[in-house]
């Protein structure tokens, strides 16, 4: 077992699932940009590191959980330029939601340094890294893929292995473009019932237990108070934010475009979250499911 770890990105996601390394028995160096986050890692049994550098230092291991492809690539290839710095063999392990050429081509710089780099995207949201429940989606060598599992199974429960370099990133965004999709569509459904003069959390019970049942309705409700632990009965504190949702609904429209599929829903809920950030300064940093409050008439804004 590659027993230290580095682990960079500590926000909604990476705080938790560095957190369920310590608890699984690895040692852990852990960097983020914030000192807050840092901190929070530190409470949790990280050893607080005092830049990228100092993270990977005796790591065995490499795990980033960062918000987009221009930070990876700067992260391992340009300042500090990580991937200079990694003994060959050490496991990269990308767990960002990034483009999938991005991974490809962190994958060719990796291989060119003798590293072993997987991408590893998750499912199962704030939630799922806190519980250790994630879905792992790699995209990768096959060894690779294996020499990780068991560290991905510490912070989650399934681990797939959707194809090379980039393949997870691609599943992760089909996945996402549809999870965009069913939100939407349920803040839509709920807001028709509710406006209609039902009850939100009657009509949940009743979508949940029939054939309009989907993930969203099952643990993510957007109407407030329907779920007392969603972010939604919580100002819509994230979560997952609109602007990352927009991220990933921007790959899978280039994902769209390089594979020449027709992708109108998608299209269409981008627009949607587009129209929901736009509508008001703050609603980027909100969570996804805020997308209720498009589809609310004004005076209940
Ligand atoms: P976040 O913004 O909460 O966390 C990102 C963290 O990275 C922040 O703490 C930030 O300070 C840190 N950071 C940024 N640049 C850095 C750098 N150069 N060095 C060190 N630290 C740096 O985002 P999140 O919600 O944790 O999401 C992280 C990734 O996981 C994204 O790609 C997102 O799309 C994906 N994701 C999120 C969720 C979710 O529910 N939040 C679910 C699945 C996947």
Redesign the pocket.
């Known amino acids: 077992m590659s027993s230290t770890i580095a682990f960079?990105?500590?926000?909604?996601?990476?705080g938790s699932m560095a957190a369920n390394l310590v608890k699984a028995g690895y040692s852990v160096r852990a960097?983020?940009?914030?000192p807050a986050?840092l901190n929070q890692a530190q409470a949790a049994g990280c050893y607080a590191a005092s830049s990228?550098l100092d993270c990977i230092s005796s790591a065995q291991t490499v795990i980033t959980?960062?918000?987009?492809g221009e930070?990876v690539e700067?992260?391992y290839l340009h300042d500090p330029g990580l991937f200079n710095q990694l003994s060959p063999t050490t496991l990269v392990i990308d767990?960002?939601?990034?483009a999938p050429q991005n991974s490809q081509h962190l994958a060719q710089c990796a291989a060119a340094k003798k590293l072993r780099c997987i991408d590893a995207?998750?499912?199962?949201?704030?939630a799922g890294a806190a519980a250790a429940t994630l879905t792992f989606i790699c995209g990768g060598e096959a060894d690779d893929v294996a020499l990780a599992k068991p560290i991905l199974l510490s912070m989650g429960q399934q681990v797939f292995h959707a194809g090379g370099a980039g393949a997870g990133q691609i599943a992760k965004a089909c996945n996402n473009m549809l999870l965009a999709i069913q939100m939407a569509g349920t803040a839509e459904a709920l807001q028709m019932g509710v406006n209609s003069g039902l009850d939100a959390s009657t009509l949940s019970e009743i979508m949940h237990n029939s054939s309009g049942n989907n993930w969203v309705l099952d643990k993510y409700n957007p109407y407030p108070g329907v779920m007392p632990q969603a972010p939604a009965s919580h100002q819509y504190q994230?979560?997952?934010?609109v602007k990352?949702m927009l991220?990933?609904l921007a790959i899978a429209m280039q994902t769209a475009q390089h594979s020449r599929s027709d992708t109108p829903l998608g299209l269409h809920a981008q627009q949607l979250f587009e129209q929901l950030q736009s509508s008001h300064p703050d609603y980027g940093d909100k969570d996804f499911s805020s997308i209720q409050r498009l589809y609310q008439p004004p005076q209940t804004n």
């Open positions: 960079i990105g500590l926000g909604n996601m990476g960097y983020d940009l914030s986050a990228a959980m960062l918000t987009s930070i700067q992260l767990c960002s939601t990034i995207p998750v499912s199962g949201g704030t994230p979560g997952f934010m990352l991220k990933d």
